[in-house]
């Protein structure tokens, strides 16, 4: 990916399903500054809540929903620091551990969801939860 760093119109969002976050920070921290990526999505982080301290130099952890009960998993939103958001807590709670994991932040024209469905999970409580998360959604737009 070669991102066009001259146009200021233009958002670098990426998506990575990382399978451990722990040990990987500077490599993170490279890739969103050597890429000018604005918005990093990342599925399987495998963090507990009190692992999500990071010190980028320019990103910061704005969502993130991490399981209690069992290993691995995980969803997370880094964003820039230039970036204004706000978490989507409405839509973060609409989680379930091991059936559909969601990162979620709302910016001026643009809300971004992170959506981690594990492979064993069933299937039709992670589409009851993603229909619930789409009307949401649309009640948001609407409003905007």
């Known amino acids: 990916m070669t991102p066009q760093s001259d146009n200021e119109n233009c958002l670098h969002l990426v998506h990575q399903n990382i399978q451990g976050m ?10 969103l500054n050597s890429n000018n990526i604005h918005i990093l999505c990342i599925t399987e982080h495998w963090l507990k809540a009190y692992n999500l301290m990071f ?3 320019n990103h ?9 009960t069992v290993l ?3 969803s997370l939103i880094l964003a820039s620091k230039l970036l ?8 973060v709670s609409l989680s379930v551990e091991r059936t559909v994991e969601m990162a979620c932040v709302e910016f ?3 809300i971004v969801v992170s959506v981690y469905r594990p492979p064993c999970s069933i299937y039709d409580t992670f589409e ?8 949401k ?8």
């Open 72 to 74: 691995r998993g995980g």
């Open 128 to 135: 009851k939860n993603m229909e619930e998360v789409f009307a």
């Open 108 to 110: 001026e024209y643009l």
């Open 22 to 31: 722990i040990g990987k920070e500077l490599e993170i921290e490279l890739f």
């Open 60 to 68: 910061q952890v704005v969502s993130s929903f991490n399981r209690e």
């Open 137 to 144: 959604l649309i009640n948001i737009i609407n409003l905007l």
């Open 55 to 57: 010190n980028f130099s």
């Open 84 to 91: 204004s958001c706000k978490e989507r807590k409405d839509i």
